[in-house]
């Protein structure tokens, strides 16, 4: 947990079948609501399924950028965001190669969630939901961490989520799979151990919102 970054950048070293296979076996042992293990994984190997789905992802990543360079909380949904999404400038591709080299991964796994099994237990509140991303984000997480244990590394990524009826349709997905996330696969070209987090009493109360911090 505390060596698992977020890698973007492979050797050319392949990842086989049995390599992929070896980590979702792991991976399955997540937990899910009412253990309905709503997960599902395209395995794509294929360099122009790469291509499309990495560029499927960049008007996301462009949107991203804007409200970044802006002072937003990119993608927030509680504070309205002055970018207007019509006005980002399409022909500027600088600042959007981290992403983009992803589509050298040797494999990119695509995890989507049936959500016809999905408890969403927070659906009638009056706000985003937040619950059902649950079912399928700890699979996501045991995959990464499975990686670092075999010598691999990977990325939790999201923007192909904004463009997923395109997703959907590139990968043969049937409507009620959400696409979750798209996690690059493969043999890290660096080794990034001190990974940046903030304290535990940042975050952490005891008892009450306004108890004293703990940690
Ligand atoms: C829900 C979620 C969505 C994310 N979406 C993206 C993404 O779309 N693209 C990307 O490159 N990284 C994405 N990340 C990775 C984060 O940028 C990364 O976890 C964070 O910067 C910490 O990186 P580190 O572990 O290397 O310190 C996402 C992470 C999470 C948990």
Request: hydrophobic letters at 45%; charged letters at 20%.
């Amino acid at each position: 947990m505390r060596t698992s970054f977020a890698c973007r950048e492979f050797t050319s070293e392949p990842v086989s079948d049995e390599e992929v296979v070896a980590l979702l076996e792991l991976a399955r042992f997540a937990p899910s609501g009412g253990n309905r293990q709503g997960w599902r994984v395209i395995v794509v190997p294929d360099q122009a399924t790469k291509d499309a789905l990495v560029e499927l992802s960049l008007p996301a990543l462009r949107l991203y950028l804007a409200q970044r360079d802006a002072g937003e909380n990119p993608w927030n949904t509680i504070e309205p965001s002055a970018i207007d999404p019509s006005t980002i400038d399409h022909s500027d591709s600088s600042g959007l190669g981290w992403f983009r080299i992803l589509a050298q991964a040797p494999v990119l796994l695509v995890i989507g969630v049936d959500l016809r099994v999905v408890a969403s237990a927070d659906s009638k509140l009056d706000r985003i939901g937040v619950v059902s991303g649950g079912s399928v984000y700890p699979f996501v997480q045991n995959l990464l961490l499975a990686a670092r244990g075999h010598g691999l590394a990977g990325a939790l990524t999201t923007f192909l989520a904004a463009a997923e009826p395109e997703a959907q349709a590139l990968l043969g997905l049937p409507p009620e799979v959400a696409v979750a996330a798209m996690v690059p696969l493969g043999h890290p070209n660096q080794d990034i151990t001190r990974l940046s987090r903030r304290p535990v009493s940042t975050f952490a109360r005891l008892e009450r919102w306004d108890g004293p911090a703990i940690g």
